[in-house]
C-alpha cells in the first residue's frame, strides 16, 4: 500500500478545465473519498493517478515518487470504472483472473482459482463464473468490475462510482463489506461518488470537487457540521440545508438575525455572536439543517409563521417543507406527521446549530460550538 | 358453485379457440415465409445451376437442349488440362490474397488511429480512404499504367498488390473503424491496469472483438480483389494473369464457347463460395456493423 499525492494538477479538454490546480494527499492506508456533483472532475481526476489520462500540469506521486512518466501497467493500481470496462469476450472467471495472469502480475491458476472464489463470494456472484458480460445485469457487472479490482493487491484501489448501479439493499450489504475491507487489510482507497451518505459513511477524508477545483478538504464531520461554503453545506444531508438571508440586529445587548420579514428574531449564540461582531457583518446567510427545526400547528408566540408547502412521507421520516415568507424550509418531522396544505405552521429554529455564511460570497463565517462537533466521535456519525 | 364452472368452461372454449386461430396463423405465416424464400433462392440460385448444366454441355448441344442431352466432360478437359487455366487461379488467389494481407496489416492500425486519436483532419483523411472507392477504376488506370511502365511495376505481382489496395484497404478501414468506435476507451485502459502492455491489448482484447468485423471486410475485400477486371485487363499480361482476365480468352473473336466460360466461372467461383459457407456466421454478425454486441 501506498500514499499517493496530487501536486497542482491542471487538465483541460479542449476549452474546458477539467482539473483545475488540484493539490491533495491520500495517506498511506486512508480511504478518502472523492464527492461532488456530476462533471466535477472526479474520473479525470482517477484516471490521472491510474495513469491513463495525462495532465498538462502538476505531479502525480506515488510514495513521494513521481509517476507522471510511467506507464498505467506499472504503476500497480487498481481501478473500477463507471462503465465497468469489462471485457466482453471472455466469462465472469476470466475477466476477474485477467489481472492475475499479465505477465507482469502472473500468477498460479490454483491462487487464481482460490482468489477468484474468493472476491466472488464476497461480491455474491460466485454462481455466475461461466457467464459472459452481456449475459449479466449491470448490477451485477458492476460488482464483477469490483471483484476484478479487489482480486489483486496493488499500491491502492481506485473506485469510479462502484455502487451506483446496484439495488438499494445490495448497495448497503456492498457498503459495508468495503468498510471492512478497509479495515482488515490496510488499503488506500480513493472513491468517487456523488451519494453523500456512501461519502460519510465510508470516508476516512473527503474532498469536496466542484467545476474542476477542491471546495474543501477534511473529514466527513468538518463536511457536515463546519462546510466551508453553502455549496458544500447543500451536499450534504437529506433534505438538503435550508439557507435563507437575515439580517443582525442588535436586541437589548444580544446578538440576534432578522429574517423572512417577520417580527419575531432568531437569538445568536454567544460564541457565535462574537465572531459576527468582530467581522462587521450585517447582513448573513443562515444555513439550517431539517432536524434542527421544530414545529407546531398550533400558535407559539415568538415562533416564525408559515404555511405547509408540501409534506413528504419517506418511510422512516416525514419531510415538510413550509413556506415561510416567501422562503421554503424543509424539516424533518415525525412520521405520524398529518399536514393539509397551506395550513399553517409555528417554527422555532435551534440556533445553537446554525450555520453562518458571508452574504456576498457564500463562505463560511461561524457555527457555535464548532470544535465540539467536528470531534465528535464517528459513532455518532448521524445521517440527515 | 354451478354458475361459476359454467363461466370458465366458456371462458376455457373461447380460449382454445384463440389458440387455434393463433396456430392457425402462425403456420400461415411460416407458409407463406417459406414461400417466399423459396422463390428467393430459386431466383437467386438459378443462374448457378443453369451455369453448372450449361459446363456440362458440348458446343452442339448449347442452345438447343435445355435439361436433357448428353453430359460431356470436354470443356472441362479443355480448360483445366489443355490451358494454363491453373496457374492463373493460383496467380489470382495470390494478388488478391497478398492484397488482403497488405490491407489487414496496415489497415487495421489506420483503423484504429482514425477511431481512437483526435487529429488535424482526421474526418477528411477517412473520407479520402472512402473516395477511393468512388472514382471508377477506368479513370485512374491509364495514369497507373504509364506510371508502372516507368518504375516497372507492370505486370508484377507487388504492383497489381498494391493497386488492389485501392480496393480493399477503404472497406476494411472503414468496416473495422466503426467496431473500434464501439469498444468502450475504457476497457481498454482497464486492460493497462490489469498490466498488459499496449500491444498485448490489442491482441487479447481489441482483436477478439473486432475479429467478426475484420473478418467480414476481409472476405468481402478479397471477393472484390479476386473479381478486379479493369486493373489486371490493363496492368498485367504474361507474367501476372488474374482468372478474371483468362476467363475471357473463352471468348474468341469468332464464337463464344459458352461451355468453357462456364467451366473457367464455375471454378473462378468456387473460393468465394467455400469462404462464404465456412465463413457465414461472422458474416452475418459482422455486417450488422457492431449492432449485435458479443
Known sequence: MASIALENITKAFGKINALDDVSLEVKDNEFFVLFGPAGAGKTTLLKTIAGVEFP?????????????????????????????????????????????????????????????????????????????????????????????CLVREPNAFLMDEPLAHLDAKLRHHMRGELKEMQSSFDTTTIYVTHDYMEAMSLADRIAVLNLGKIEQLGTPMEMYYTPN?????????????????????????????????????????????????????????????????????????????????????????????????????????????????????????????????????????VRSNAAQHVSDAPGTKEEG | MSAPTGNTYSNTETLVDTQKNKRAVTALQTFGRSLGLGLYSLFALF???????????????????????????????????????????????IVSGGAVLVTVVAGVPVAYALARYNFKHKEGVAFQIL????????????????????????????????VYQLITMPLVIWVVRGYFEDISVEVEQAAQLDGYRWFEVFIKILIP??????????????????????????????????????????????TVRFGQVAVAALVAITPQLIACLFIQKHLVRGLSFGAVKG
Open chain 2, 131 to 162: 473516395s477511393f472507392r468512388f472514382a471508377p477504376e477506368i479513370m485512374v488506370v491509364v495514369p497507373i499504367f504509364l506510371i508502372f511502365q516507368n518504375i516497372g511495376l507492370l505486370d508484377t505481382y507487388l504492383g497489381l498488390i498494391w
Open chain 1, 56 to 148: 498538462q500540469k502538476g505531479l502525480v506521486k506515488i510514495d513521494g515518487e513521481i509517476v507522471n512518466h510511467k506507464e498505467p501497467m506499472h504503476r500497480n493500481i487498481s481501478m473500477v470504472f463507471e462503465s465497468y470496462a469489462l471485457y466482453p469476450h471472455m466469462t465472469v472467471y476470466d475477466n476477474i483472473a485477467s489481472p492475475m495472469r499479465s505477465k507482469l502480475y502472473k500468477k498460479d491458476e490454483a491462487h487464481i482459482r482460490r482468489q477468484v472464489e474468493r472476491v466472488t463470494k464476497m461480491m455474491q456472484i460466485d454462481h455466475l463464473w461461466e457467464r459472459r458480460p452481456s449475459q449479466l445485469s449491470n448490477g451485477q457487472r458492476q460488482r464483477v468490475a469490483i471483484g476484478r
Open chain 2, 47 to 93: 443462374p448457378l445451376f443453369w451455369m453448372v448444366l450449361i459446363s456440362f454441355k458440348s458446343d452442339r448441344e448449347m442452345f438447343n437442349t435445355l435439361f436433357i442431352f448428353t453430359p460431356t466432360l470436354e470443356n472441362y478437359e479443355a480448360v483445366l488440362l489443355r490451358t494454363d487455366y491453373f496457374m492463373a487461379f493460383f496467380q489470382n488467389l
Open chain 1, 229 to 365: 461554503n453553502e455549496f458544500v453545506a447543500r451536499l450534504f444531508g437529506e433534505p438538503e440545508i435550508n439557507i435563507f438571508d437575515g439580517e443582525l440586529t442588535e436586541r437589548s445587548g444580544e446578538l440576534a438575525v432578522r429574517a423572512f420579514g417577520q417580527a419575531a428574531l432568531l437569538p445568536v449564540a454567544p460564541d457565535a455572536a462574537k465572531v459576527l461582531r468582530g467581522g462587521e457583518h450585517r447582513k448573513v446567510r443562515v444555513g439550517i439543517r431539517g432536524n434542527d427545526i421544530s414545529f407546531s400547528f398550533d400558535e407559539v408566540p415568538g415562533w416564525l409563521r408559515g404555511s405547509v408547502y408540501v409534506n413528504e412521507p419517506i418511510g422512516n421520516k416525514v419531510i415538510l417543507v413550509a413556506d415561510v415568507g416567501g422562503v421554503r424550509l424543509s424539516l424533518v418531522v415525525p412520521n405520524d406527521t398529518r399536514a393539509k396544505i397551506d395550513q399553517p405552521v409555528f417554527l422555532s429554529l435551534n440556533m445553537q446549530h446554525a450555520i453562518f455564511f458571508c452574504a456576498e460570497k457564500g463562505t463560511y463565517i
Open chain 2, 209 to 254: 472483438l473486432i475479429k467478426p468485423g475484420l473478418v467480414a471486410a476481409c472476405l468481402l475485400a478479397f471477393i472484390f480483389a479476386w473479381n478486379s477486371f479493369t486493373f489486371p485487363l490493363v496492368l498485367t499480361g504474361f507474367q501476372v494473369q488474374t482468372i478474371t482476365v483468362t476467363s475471357m480468352r473463352y471468348i474468341a473473336s469468332d
